[in-house]
Structure formats: C-alpha cells, structure tokens
C-alpha cells in the first residue's frame, strides 16, 4: 500500500511547514522567486497572515519583536538580491540578541545561476555571518526537512535567526509531498527549546561559593527572558538576600520595584556598579558581559569570584576569569542551584534600598522637571505613569534605549521593556513596535524613538494603519539632531558640529497624512494627557515631544568621553 501523498508547490510546502510550526505572523515583501509562497499565503489566514511591510529591514524587526514577546520564532522574507541584502541589519541584531527568526531569501534558478542573472549576488555568503545557520532549499523535497532543521536551531541552545534560502525552481516546482513528512517537532516551535542542567559538580561548587559569599551580587542578562528564569531567579536572589543587577537587554528580570532590584549596570547606572564594586561573588546568569554592561570591561573587581551560568559554552569565561562556569537553561541552573544550596550567611539587604532612594532624591529634579523644551527624564515618569503594569515599552538605538534603561522602571517581571542591544541599530523602534503589538494584542505598547529613527522607518507607520493596531503609541523624541553623535561632538570636540542637525519637522502633521491620531507637545504638563488620549485612539497614534536642543543634556548622566573611549 502507497503511502499517502499531497501535491504541493515549494511555496505551498513552504507555507504548510511554518502552519505546522505555528507561525501566526509572516513580514516582508514579495518578489518573482517567493511568488507561490505569496500565493499560498492568500490561502492561509487566520492562522497564518502575512504583512506588507515598507522596507525588509523592517520586516526583521518586527520578526524579531515578535519573536521576543510571544517566545516563538518570527518569520520575515525577502526576495532575491535587495530584498534579501535588506534583511542584514535586521538578522543582525537577532543574531546578537539571541531572538529565534525564520528568515526566507529568494534565489535565483539554479539553472541560471552565476550567469549574471537580475539581481544576482553571493547573498548566501553576505547573509551566513547574520544568522546561526544559512540552510540552502536547493531540492524541493528537502523542503519538510530543511523548515524543521530550521526551528531546531532557532530554538536550541542559545536562539538565534536561521536562513533559508530558496531556490526559484523549489519555489515554482511541484512534488508529491508523503503526508508524513508534512509535520513539525513540537519542542522546536517555541522558547526555550529543548533544555538542559548544568554539571551537578558545577552547581554543588557554585551552591557552596555563594553561602560562604559576604557580598555577593547577581548579574542577569538577556537569557533570562530567553529562559523565562523569573521565578527561579527572584527566589535564588531572596534565598541568599542576592542585589540583583541587569544588563539593559535583561532589563525585566525581576520587578524593578523588588527590595533587592538594583536596576540597570554598567554604563547607565542608578545605584548597581557601586554594589558590583564592593562585591566578593557575582553570578552571572545569560549575561555576556560585554561593552556596555562592563563599562568596557572595567567594572568588574578584581578580586571577585565569577560564577557564570550561560546555555553557550563559547560565553563562560570570555570576558571574566571563573571560579565556576556552569553550562545550562537559566531556569533549570538557577533552581537546581536553589535545590544545592546550604543555609546562606543572614544578610541586611536596607542598603540597597537606601541606595536607590539617594539616586531617586538626586534625579528627583530632573524627573519633576518643567523645562521647555522637555526634559527627558520627565517624559519617562509621565509615560511610566500611564502606560499600564503589563504595558511594554520599545526603545530605538541610541540615546532612547540610553535614557530609558535608566529612566524607566519595570514594574512587573517579564519582558515589559525591549531594546535592540544587539547591534543597537538607529530606526528598531517603529516596526518593533508593531511586532511587540501583535505578539501582545491586549497589551499597550508605547515606542520610543528618536526623530532620526523614525525618519528612517517612518512608512511603517501606513502599515500600523493598514493593520488597525489600537494600543499602539509611538513617542518621538524630537531633538532636531542625531542626538547620540551630537552630544559626543559636544565633549569631544569643544562643540564642533558636522552632520548632525536637521530641520524642524512636525512628525504630528506627517503622522495624521498616514491616518495616525497624532499631536505635538512642548509642555511637559501636557505629556499626561497626551498619553491618555493616545493611548485610546482607537487606533495606532504618535505624539511628538519636543526635548532640549542642549547637547550637554543630551545624554543621562554619563561622561560620552568616559563611555566611548577605551579603558584599555
């Protein structure tokens, strides 16, 4: 008896996979090579929709937004030779990130290749350093295999973005496809993939280290969100009375209103890199310890024990000499170290709290401001105040993730706050926006980008539209300049300005041509209300703030000379 078979082109195969993997968002723009997987898309709502997007870097963004609020892999495509090369930026910062992305890239017809054909490139070798593995559907009965392959490696271990790349002729081909091979791996369609534990030596040593620790310090990174270590963590951390610190990407990792929350580390800090200073044991848990978080790796003390718990081998110890280093999912490292443990020495955790009330009673002034143009500071407290607890917030590149690691306080823990520290790229914010949003459609989202970012994706807004996004609200913070580079210019340079400024522009006006309820505020007593109606528009809107043109008061709190040159 023959076993059961279902024609299909490589576009429809393709489709039917991503279905069988979950896939409820798709972001790109088509083009000749993927057509029959737009065709078979036509077929595919409600459970699978696909969205026109303006540019294909923006297409990865919303991918990767999506993937990071509803823990499956996104899906974006681009078509052959731009399309694709569009979609470097976007996979980039996935792959930096640790965000699981299906990323599909036409190809050209193997029987035409490297003769020249329309928008040809070696876009397999431009894209390979992008993702953690570029697969070639050069046969279309690979194509089951292939999608499966893909979301194992998205998911496993550390995630990342997956290519493939498909050929014409696998797109346009038919094949009998056995009904068999049609199916998914259930352990691959969402994160965490398949777990595993540390080395129980590892964790009994680690265990041990920290009861005996006098100052210890936990230092949480971007895995824990990957892992969805949050119980773990905040009952490790109350277990041994651990000040918890977190890298921005981490920011979320336990409320920033626990008594033992420090807030963010490294460049941008409130109370944290004193803490870190003075400490005798840091774990590090999903933390690379890179530029940022380290201050270029000069805030760690010397004479502190490491103990690094990380899924990637190639991280423990890069940056840190270790005492312990433990390979395993946060969640599962961290309970089983919680299981190890013998009774921790008592400790008084009411300097911390007096800590982060000395930095309050300081930045008070700033976060009360009533400077016009608007303070910064005073934008992040009004919009704290009124987007909702299980709200999420997007930050673009540059000085908005800058300001609002410092600024913003996440109430509850979880993935509430997403900035693009993985490569940290200018123009994230408005099409992360709407990924965030329709991961979480009963969830507010606010992004906040500068007026240079969204200059850069500023068509993204027709599509918030198009798709009828209610909840969704973009904050520009519109200082006329490339705020970052200005300010460095300003320090550097004695005031020197080149390529920096640009003109006055009403983003409100330019906003409601696209449909969006949109407004302008200079007033920082008019930030509350313009929320409040932004936030039930109906629909997508966008409120412009007018912030200080003062190069000096561009950036929170840190000496861009100290931050940007090197310690070394």
Known sequence: MSEPAVELSGGQALVRMLREHGARWAFGIGGFQLLPYYDALHDAPPELVHVLVKDERDGAFMADAYARISRTPGVCDGTLGPGATNLVTGLAESYGAGVPVIALAGETNSLISGRHATQESDQLAILRPTVKEALRVDRIERVPELVRRAYAVATGGRPGPVLLNVREDVSHGR????EADLHADPATCRLPGRRMRPDAADVDAAAELLARAGRPVLLAGGGVHLSGAYDELAALAERFALPVATTIGGKGAISERHPLALGVFGRYSRAANAFIADADVLLVVGCKLGEIATNRWSLLPAGASVIQLDVSPEELGRNARLAVGMIGDAALGLADLLAAAPEPRPRNSADIEAAKRAWEAEHEPRRASEERPVHQARLLRELNAVLPEDGILVADGGFAAHWSALYWEVA????????????????????????????????????????GGLAMSIGELETAVRLGLDGLVFVVVDNQASGYVKALQHSLYDGRFQSVDSVDVDYSRVAREFGVHAERVEDPAALAPAFDRALGAGGPALVDVCVTRDPSGMLPGTDPRTAERSTT
């Not at 094949?175 to 056995?178: D, L, M, Q, S």
């Not at 914010?429 to 009963?442: F, T």
Request: proline residues 7%.
């Open 412 to 451: 509850r823990a979880g993935r509430h706050y997403v900035a693009n520290r993985g490569h940290a790229s200018i123009g994230y914010g408005v099409p992360a926006a709407i990924g965030a949003k329709l991961a979480a459609p009963d969830r507010a989202v606010a992004a906040l980008v500068g007026d």
């Open 175 to 178: 094949h009998a496809f056995p």
